[in-house]
């Protein structure tokens, strides 16, 4: 799960570039478009290359990933020239740059930074849709033999879950860069996962340490006058560290001493 | 020797499935009789998993058809439960014993509705008849294998189903719990539910099972367990494994099984 967030977020590179050179212009809705096809385009071949030429599901990420970047690279550096898109700009993002993309009306009244608007939709949308599937999600993750044979659709679960992931990972790419959206989609739930054994209490952990990674992260750089990205995706990293360690149920040092099943 | 009846409960009808077109079942033909615990057995690899689920339609079969009630599957899955092999799932994912019944309940209830009270009361019910009750807030990867597994049966009963497909429930479990999980079924049966289980069993198939079907990649039998548990319908399901073969020998012997006077 947490690869194929990684795969999207590098895939989506020709989807951003194609968008891009088609309408010469920075505007979010086509890149967004462009990347949420591509994103969508990555689901469906990761299962087409898994479940039709019964490669390996991790090789068939590898494999569709690398090459939809590699396309990427290649549209950028062929026309790197034309376009005012950068190699670093996609891959470690701006967030110090956020605040200057203004969303002025015709009228001129400033909504305040774009990117808050579009990721706040997003963030709007993607709570709905947990709480609207969160039975067949939590279901459909633990056990899909046992959700279909109850009939739920499978597939169609996995889709929109996919789906949901292409949007939040493409959504937040162009203000913080692929390894951001890669850190914060592996590295506060795996930490929530080492902290808490239940799954809404792991979603909301999550969530919390998100923002907590956000905020020292920007702290952090400010004082080390540094990437505001990279001491963001530093933190996660730390943050997973310490509950790898000090964890009180999972953790390598201070693990509670294991409940013995009782055999009844 | 297999054997039909009148108004099966299931009806498998010329069933082949194929991995990768390589077929892992052949032609199987079969009826089941209702309100009877039935045993699927067969060596390793026979297809036993794999018959179950294309059954459910969870696989899809190459050729042939299933009716459950005398209906395609899809008409009556709200009266079906199945309990997958319990090394199907991730055993350390982040849920409770609780949490993991209730989903027993997802079918019944439709999207956006929450489980109620009603439900709540159902999955603890399905608790307290595999004996634990004790356990619902525990979490799953706490668990012994024996308690993994009633865990599945609490969650399977919770739907309240009137037919249950149960992959290798006795596998791993102690005495005890399989000594409880048969009562559990036997009382199933009372109640008019029919039960088609895998087993790998010999020595307690006999005692079990009402009905049993052997199974290796084609349908070797399927009857009432005293005309096919016999030696020679082993033989044919197991091939020529010797050590088997003197076991299950060994045994009709011991236990004086009426099919061997039979032949
Ligand atoms: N997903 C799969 N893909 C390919 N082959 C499979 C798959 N599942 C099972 N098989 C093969 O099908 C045969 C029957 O498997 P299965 O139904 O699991 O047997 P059983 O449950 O009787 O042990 C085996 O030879 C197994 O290797
Ligand atoms: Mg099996």
Same mark, same amino acid.
């Given at each position: 799960?947490?690869?194929?967030?990684?795969?999207?977020?590098?895939?989506?590179?020709?989807?951003?570039?194609?968008?891009?050179?088609?309408?010469?212009?920075?505007?979010?809705?086509?890149?967004?478009?462009?990347?949420?096809?591509?994103?969508?385009?990555?689901?469906?071949?990761?299962?087409?290359?898994?479940?039709?030429?019964?490669?390996?599901?991790?090789?068939?990420?590898?494999?569709?990933?690398?090459?939809?970047?590699?396309?990427?690279?290649?549209?950028?550096?062929?026309?790197?020239?034309? #376009?005012? %898109?950068?190699?670093?700009?996609?891959?470690? *993002?701006?967030?110090?740059? @956020?605040? !200057? /993309?203004?969303?002025?009306?015709?009228?001129?009244?400033?909504?305040?930074?774009?990117?808050?608007?579009?990721?706040?939709?997003?963030?709007?949308?993607?709570?709905?849709?947990?709480?609207?599937?969160?039975?067949?999600?939590?279901?459909?993750?633990?056990?899909?033999?046992?959700?279909?044979?109850?009939?739920?659709?499978?597939?169609?679960?996995?889709?929109?879950?996919?789906?949901?992931?292409?949007?939040?990972?493409?959504?937040?790419?162009?203000?913080?860069?692929?390894?951001?959206?890669?850190?914060?989609?592996?590295?506060?739930?795996?930490?929530?996962?080492?902290?808490?054994?239940?799954?809404?209490?792991?979603?909301?952990?999550? #969530?919390? %340490?998100?923002?907590?990674?956000?905020?020292? *992260?920007?702290?952090?750089? @400010?004082? !080390? /006058?540094?990437?505001?990205?990279?001491?963001?995706?530093?933190?996660?990293?730390?943050?997973?560290?310490?509950?790898?360690?000090?964890?009180?149920?999972?953790?390598?040092?201070?693990?509670?001493?294991?409940?013995?099943?009782?055999?009844? | 020797?297999?054997?039909?009846?009148?108004?099966?409960?299931?009806?498998?009808?010329?069933?082949?499935?194929?991995?990768?077109?390589?077929?892992?079942?052949?032609?199987?033909?079969?009826?089941?009789?209702?309100?009877?615990?039935?045993?699927?057995?067969?060596?390793?690899?026979?297809?036993?998993?794999?018959?179950?689920?294309?059954?459910?339609?969870?696989?899809?079969?190459?050729?042939?058809?299933?009716?459950?009630?005398?209906?395609?599957?899809?008409?009556?899955?709200?009266?079906?439960?199945?309990?997958?092999?319990?090394?199907?799932?991730?055993?350390?994912?982040?849920?409770?014993?609780?949490?993991?019944?209730?989903?027993?309940?997802?079918?019944?209830?439709?999207?956006?509705?929450?489980?109620?009270?009603?439900?709540?009361?159902?999955?603890?019910?399905?608790?307290?008849?595999?004996?634990?009750?004790?356990?619902?807030?525990?979490?799953?990867?706490?668990?012994?294998?024996?308690?993994?597994?009633?865990?599945?049966?609490?969650?399977?009963?919770?739907?309240?189903?009137?037919?249950?497909?149960?992959?290798?429930?006795?596998?791993?479990?102690?005495?005890?719990?399989?000594?409880?999980?048969?009562?559990?079924?036997?009382?199933?049966?009372?109640?008019?539910?029919?039960?088609?289980?895998?087993?790998?069993?010999?020595?307690?198939?006999?005692?079990?099972?009402?009905?049993?079907?052997?199974?290796?990649?084609?349908?070797?039998?399927?009857?009432?367990?005293?005309?096919?548990?016999?030696?020679?319908?082993?033989?044919?399901?197991?091939?020529?494994?010797?050590?088997?073969?003197?076991?299950?020998?060994?045994?009709?012997?011991?236990?004086?099984?009426?099919?061997?006077?039979?032949?």
């Amino acid at each position: 799960m947490a690869m194929v967030g990684d795969a999207i977020s590098h895939a989506v590179l020709p989807g951003i570039v194609i968008a891009f050179l088609v309408t010469g212009s920075r505007e979010s809705v086509p890149m967004l478009i462009g990347a949420g096809t591509l994103g969508l385009l990555t689901t469906f071949l990761i299962e087409f290359f898994h479940r039709y030429a019964r490669v390996q599901s991790d090789a068939a990420i590898g494999v569709t990933f690398t090459w939809l970047f590699a396309i990427g690279i290649i549209l950028l550096s062929v026309f790197a020239g034309q #376009v005012d %898109l950068d190699q670093d700009c996609v891959l470690y *993002g701006e967030i110090a740059y @956020v605040p !200057l /993309d203004i969303w002025l009306t015709d009228s001129g009244y400033n909504f305040g930074p774009r990117t808050i608007w579009t990721l706040s939709v997003v963030a709007l949308l993607i709570t709905a849709f947990i709480f609207v599937g969160y039975k067949e999600l939590f279901l459909t993750a633990f056990d899909p033999g046992y959700a279909a044979a109850i009939g739920l659709s499978t597939t169609a679960w996995y889709y929109a879950l996919m789906g949901a992931v292409s949007l939040t990972t493409v959504a937040s790419f162009e203000s913080v860069g692929a390894i951001l959206v890669v850190a914060f989609l592996v590295a506060p739930p795996a930490t929530a996962y080492l902290l808490t054994d239940d799954f809404r209490q792991m979603l909301l952990l999550s #969530v919390g %340490l998100g923002i907590l990674a956000s905020v020292a *992260g920007y702290y952090l750089a @400010v004082w !080390l /006058d540094g990437s505001i990205a990279g001491a963001i995706a530093t933190v996660t990293g730390l943050e997973f560290m310490l509950a790898l360690f000090f964890s009180p149920s999972r953790g390598l040092l201070l693990r509670r001493k294991q409940v013995q099943p009782v055999q009844l | 020797m297999i054997l039909h009846v009148e108004n099966p409960v299931v009806e498998v009808h010329d069933l082949t499935v194929s991995y990768d077109r390589k077929p892992v079942l052949w032609g199987v033909d079969l009826t089941l009789p209702a309100g009877s615990l039935v045993g699927v057995i067969g060596p390793n690899g026979a297809g036993k998993s794999t018959l179950i689920k294309a059954v459910m339609d969870l696989l899809s079969a190459g050729s042939g058809y299933v009716r459950i009630f005398g209906k395609p599957i899809e008409e009556v899955r709200n009266r079906i439960s199945y309990v997958p092999q319990r090394e199907s799932v991730d055993w350390d994912f982040p849920a409770s014993v609780f949490d993991v019944v209730l989903m027993g309940r997802y079918g019944k209830l439709g999207l956006f509705s929450r489980p109620r009270k009603a439900d709540k009361d159902a999955a603890m019910e399905a608790l307290e008849k595999v004996n634990m009750q004790a356990f619902a807030k525990r979490q799953i990867s706490q668990l012994s294998g024996g308690q993994q597994q009633r865990v599945f049966l609490a969650r399977a009963l919770a739907q309240n189903a009137d037919i249950y497909f149960m992959d290798e429930p006795f596998a791993g479990v102690d005495i005890a719990t399989e000594t409880a999980i048969i009562e559990l079924l036997r009382t199933m049966r009372e109640q008019g539910k029919t039960v088609v289980v895998v087993h790998h069993d010999l020595q307690s198939a006999a005692e079990y099972f009402d009905w049993v079907v052997l199974l290796n990649m084609r349908l070797v039998a399927s009857g009432p367990t005293e005309k096919v548990l016999t030696q020679e319908l082993l033989e044919h399901t197991y091939g020529g494994r010797l050590t088997v073969l003197t076991k299950v020998g060994d045994l009709l012997r011991k236990q004086q099984f009426p099919a061997r006077e039979k032949k």
